[in-house]
């Protein structure tokens, strides 16, 4: 059964998290992207708890309303913030300096290989889906002969000040219509809306990209058991970059394509993500 709950963290945050599985059952932390939120993972979590692990998926910083500090301060999204709410998450969770099981989904992802480059040894695995490793991103992004360039156009509309009321007004209709247009179901986009569709929201969630232009954080190879999950539909991610995230990977990696699927795999198809996701998870134990 799932659970919602606030976590207090040491930094005086508070998120919102769902939670299911037994209390002492090694931790899967599961991090949310952009446009979504904790609800991204509805349907992982039991499969998760019915595998004897501790499913913990919160709504991260600026998204939950008891950990948005001021979005005007850009320094509150930085970067090293957003790796460090992942740690104290986990500690809040009772899993202080323990290894566990980390899942992200595009930001949530650019995250998760933050934690596992700074942080290896907490982690037994880790899982992205849809984000590339940031080098293969950043090569990808900057090949004059590529499309990546192309793709990620809408990183700088993030970037412009009316972009906040231009997505909430008019009862959120663009970020319904526009940021989900890839056959996204309307439930899931209002559960994702309910969280994001305010104003204080949305600014809080935009101030990740208008804190971290150019990708910000020196990545280097990663040394944790590496599954990423592709969908070979996505609009905003080009092969080049999906490709090529795996020589960025030293320990054991697998990259998984899910044919037909965009950018929003945990929404388009969730039963085979989390099939393949806890597979790799149980080759890994913590």
């Given at each position: 059964?799932?659970?919602?709950?606030?976590?207090?963290?040491?930094?005086?945050?508070?998120?919102?998290?769902?939670?299911?599985?037994?209390?002492?059952?090694?931790?899967?932390?599961?991090?949310?992207?952009?446009?979504?939120?904790?609800?991204?993972?509805?349907?992982?979590?039991p499969a998760l708890a019915r595998a004897g692990y501790r499913a913990v998926a919160p709504d991260q910083r600026g998204y939950s309303r008891g950990a948005r500090p001021d979005p005007v301060d850009l320094s509150n999204y930085a970067f090293d913030r957003l790796v460090n709410d992942a740690l104290e998450i986990a500690a809040a969770a009772?899993?202080?300096?323990?290894?566990?099981?980390?899942?992200?989904?595009?930001?949530?992802?650019?995250?998760?290989?933050?934690?596992a480059n700074a942080h290896p040894g907490r982690l037994a695995s880790?899982?992205?889906?849809?984000?590339?490793?940031?080098?293969?991103?950043?090569?990808?992004?900057?090949?004059?002969?590529?499309?990546?360039?192309?793709?990620?156009?809408?990183?700088?509309?993030?970037?412009?000040?009316e972009t906040g009321r231009l997505l909430t007004e008019d009862n959120a209709r663009r970020l319904r219509e526009g940021l989900f247009g890839q056959d996204v179901s309307k439930a899931a986009i209002e559960d994702h809306v309910s969280v994001l569709g305010s104003?204080?929201?949305?600014?809080?969630?935009?101030?990740?990209?208008?804190?971290?232009?150019?990708?910000?954080?020196?990545?280097?190879?990663?040394?944790?058991?590496?599954?990423?999950?592709?969908?070979?539909?996505?609009?905003?991610?080009?092969?080049?970059?999906?490709?090529?995230?795996?020589?960025?990977?030293?320990?054991?990696?697998?990259?998984?394509?899910?044919?037909?699927?965009g950018h929003f795999v945990m929404d388009q198809a969730a039963a085979k993500a989390t099939e393949l996701m806890l597979a790799h998870i149980k080759r890994h134990p913590v």
């Open positions: 059964m799932t659970e919602t709950i606030g976590l207090a963290t040491r930094s005086g945050l508070t998120f919102t998290t769902d939670v299911a599985g037994p209390t002492d059952g090694p931790l899967v932390l599961l991090l949310h992207g952009f446009p979504e939120s904790r609800h991204s993972w509805r349907e992982a979590l009772g899993y202080d300096g323990k290894r566990f099981h980390l899942v992200g989904h595009d930001w949530g992802g650019q995250v998760s290989w933050g934690v880790l899982t992205v889906l849809s984000r590339p490793h940031p080098l293969s991103f950043r090569r990808a992004l900057q090949d004059p002969n590529g499309d990546q360039k192309h793709r990620s156009r809408h990183h700088g509309k993030f970037l412009e000040p104003r204080e929201a949305i600014e809080a969630a935009l101030a990740w990209y208008r804190s971290n232009k150019g990708l910000s954080g020196d990545f280097g190879p990663i040394e944790v058991p590496t599954l990423y999950i592709w969908g070979d539909a996505d609009a905003t991610v080009g092969p080049d970059a999906a490709k090529g995230t795996g020589e960025f990977v030293t320990a054991a990696y697998a990259m998984e394509v899910l044919p037909g699927v």
